[in-house]
T-cell receptor
Framework: SAVISQKPSRDICQRGTSLTIQCQVDSQVTMMFWYRQQPGQSLTLIATANQGSEATYESGFVIDKFPISRPNLTFSTLTVSNMSPEDSSIYLC????????????FGEGSRLTVL | GDSVTQMEGPVTLSEEAFLTINCTYTATGYPSLFWYVQYPGEGLQLLLKATKADDKGSNKGFEATYRKETTSFHLEKGSVQVSDSAVYFCALSDQGAGNMLTFGGGTRLMVKP
């Protein structure tokens, strides 16, 4: 299984600021995924990040609000821009598990609180 | 589109009680089914999975059987422990939908000593 490290693990942010979350994987992976888990809710896929191409965003998420970088096969960042209290969530990075199983490995998440 | 429906929580049980968390799904193709667990303050971990009809996934005393006829994947454990207290997510991955994971709403389990 892949080991996924996220930073920061938690942060408290002011309204209107932006925060970048980093995700580091201990092996090379083709696809990385960013999920959001709002308080008491399930996981919602924000976008899929492939190395060397622009991220693919799910309905309801846009690049201006959640810009993503994928500079190499082991690293990705997600920025939450111009934050509001509604952005208070856990943001989770994940990567594919064994080929064609559909399984994902998850990082421990970054818990953001926006005041 | 694909969807997963889980019983709402919280589910509160005494230690050594029997656990069932219901999960049903709709999918356009032939999905793989998963149960993930999220312990307090941690990320999601795969608990068990099943990739085809009638498969039984099992791990740590938990079991779930892929029932195509009832489109269900209910999670069971014969005797829960306090350490099983967590949020449990049922999920599916459908090759017809690009293998994206679709999650249920999650069920919080609280086990009391």
């Amino acid at each position: 299984s892949a080991v996924i490290s996220q930073k920061p693990s938690r942060d408290i942010c002011q309204r209107g600021t932006s925060l970048t979350i980093q995700c580091q994987v201990d092996s090379q992976v083709t696809m990385m995924f960013w999920y959001r888990q709002q308080p008491g809710q399930s996981l919602t896929l924000i976008a899929t990040a492939n190395q060397g191409s622009e991220a693919t965003y799910e309905s309801g998420f846009v690049i201006d609000k959640f810009p993503i970088s994928r500079p190499n096969l082991t690293f990705s960042t997600l920025t939450v821009s111009n934050m509001s209290p509604e952005d208070s969530s856990i943001y989770l990075c994940s990567v594919e598990g064994p080929l064609n199983t559909g399984e994902l490995f998850f990082g421990e998440g970054s818990r953001l609180t926006v005041l | 589109g694909d969807s997963v429906t889980q019983m709402e929580g919280p589910v509160t049980l005494s230690e050594e009680a029997f656990l069932t968390i219901n999960c049903t799904y709709t999918a356009t193709g032939y999905p793989s089914l998963f149960w993930y667990v999220q312990y307090p303050g941690e990320g999601l971990q795969l608990l068990l999975k099943a990739t085809k009809a009638d498969d039984k996934g099992s791990n740590k005393g938990f079991e779930a059987t892929y029932r195509k006829e009832t489109t269900s994947f209910h999670l069971e454990k014969g005797s829960v422990q306090v350490s099983d207290s967590a949020v449990y997510f049922c999920a599916l991955s459908d090759q017809g939908a690009g293998n994206m994971l679709t999650f249920g709403g999650g069920t919080r389990l609280m086990v009391k000593p």
